[in-house]
């Protein structure tokens, strides 16, 4: 009940604008959900195999990664407010693309509009986040934020298994979810229209400017742990609906059911962390539960049970993911105001660029190499590996006490989580 009494007393003091972006996040979300669940498994319907979804799925990171900067620059300069409505329009028509095109060069090209047009979304959120809020609501508003995707994450996948017995589970239903998730995109437009912004001074930062008036070393410790845990889930993360489908035979609206009590249980999660760093510190809080869940990933590469691989899915879901606002907060807690957008920006680009890489490198790994049962057991133990470096590395940068960084962000973590 504390945790609830407290979390009431900073969302009664979250901004107007605050709310407003919290709102068009949440419904962003929703529609993204549904198309979530459905793509990979109609392009397997309309024939691609593992290797080529990957490399679908490479387009939108690849998208995301070439304009993770050039969003950066923009933000610097123009309002949040046209830049975020011009996002969602194109992320739409990318995501429209990729259920109506038929063709490999079509469809890589859809999902690489799909990816640049979500990337001013993904870079202006928490330095948006960030400049309207204070700094010791800012752990709970990205609780909030994230929490509510998952609401909204958990709902739109559920919709999957309420269309499914109307629309059946064949390629043409599994694209009329695809293009309803698309379209729900739209349903953000009224809270992003609602924002009210003060006019932008322009920073005029050049390329030069961005590369050459960084802290590199300090945001070199903020994204080497990203991008190594980046790699190790663009290997297997974004093939978990094919893994339940190839392994177990199961329909889209089974694997909607799954998603849905996997997002119930991070939104719990998100609303936790917070008030968990609070008693433990965030260094703790991000490593811990990051290494806590490799177990679970273990299971799932060598389940031949279903339940037992829905369990462990669940958890490993839990708390790989359950720190996710307390590292938001922790990286703009770092960050100078007027770097904040850059460093954001640097952080997805990281994260991007190594899902680029892996998710291909994924698919070809399921679709060509068996190991024990079938191709997902090899990348899930090629993740197990990554996942403890990169958690590794963000200890041994951040969590030693005779860093004053660490020391530092640990009793940040402590008061104000």
């Known amino acids: 009940m504390s945790v609830l009494r407290d979390y009431n007393t900073h969302v009664r003091a979250f901004s107007p604008n605050a709310r407003l972006f919290l709102a068009a996040n949440a419904l962003w979300s929703l529609g993204q959900a549904l198309l979530g669940v459905t793509r990979n498994l109609y392009l397997k319907e309309i024939g691609f195999n593992e290797a080529e979804i990957g490399n679908f799925l490479s387009a939108v990171q690849l998208g995301s990664v070439l304009c993770t900067v050039p969003a950066a620059l923009l933000l610097d300069r123009w309002r949040t407010k046209p830049l975020l409505l011009a996002s969602v329009v194109v992320t739409i028509a990318g995501n429209c693309g990729q259920a109506l095109l038929v063709s490999h060069p079509a469809i890589l090209a859809a999902s690489f509009v799909a990816g640049a047009g979500n990337a001013v979304f993904g870079v202006a959120s928490a330095p948006f986040f960030a400049r309207n ?56 437009f009224a809270p992003i229209g609602l924002i009210a912004e003060a006019a932008v001074v322009p920073r005029l930062r050049t390329l030069r400017d961005f590369l050459f008036a960084r802290d590199w070393r300090t945001l070199g410790k903020l994204c080497l742990p990203d991008t190594l845990i980046g790699c190790g889930a663009g290997l297997t993360i974004p093939f978990i609906n094919l893994y339940f489908q190839g392994r177990f035979g199961r329909s889209a609206g089974d694997i909607s059911v799954i998603f849905a009590v996997s997002h119930a249980m991070n939104m719990l999660g998100f609303f936790l962390a917070p008030a968990i760093a609070q008693r433990f510190g965030r260094v703790a809080v991000i490593v811990g539960t990051q290494l806590l869940s490799i177990p679970f ?40 105001d007027d770097q904040q957008a850059v460093t954001n920006s640097m952080k997805q680009l990281s994260w991007n660029l190594s899902w680029t890489v892996s998710a291909s490198a994924g698919g070809w790994m399921i679709h060509k190499v068996t190991v024990w049962k ?23 940068f951040w969590g030693r006490p005779s860093n004053p960084g660490a020391r530092g962000a640990e009793s940040v973590g402590a008061g104000r989580g």
């Open 374 to 396: 079938d191709g997902y057991t090899l990348p899930m133990l090629v993740t197990i590996g990554l996942y403890i470096v990169g958690s590794g590395f963000f200890m041994l």
């Open 133 to 188: 809020s204070t700094t010791a609501e800012r752990g709970h508003l990205f609780g909030v934020s994230i929490g509510l995707s998952a609401l909204a994450q958990t709902v739109g996948t559920l919709a999957v298994r309420g269309l499914e017995p109307f629309l059946g589970s064949e390629a043409p239903a599994l694209r009329t979810m695809m293009l309803t998730g698309a379209a729900g995109g739209l349903l953000a």
């Open 297 to 336: 990933f273990a299971v799932l590469a060598f389940s031949s049970s279903l339940w037992l691989a829905v369990g462990a899915f669940l958890f490993r879901s839990l708390l790989m993911n359950m720190s996710q606002p307390i590292n938001s907060a922790f990286v703009m807690d770092r960050t100078a």
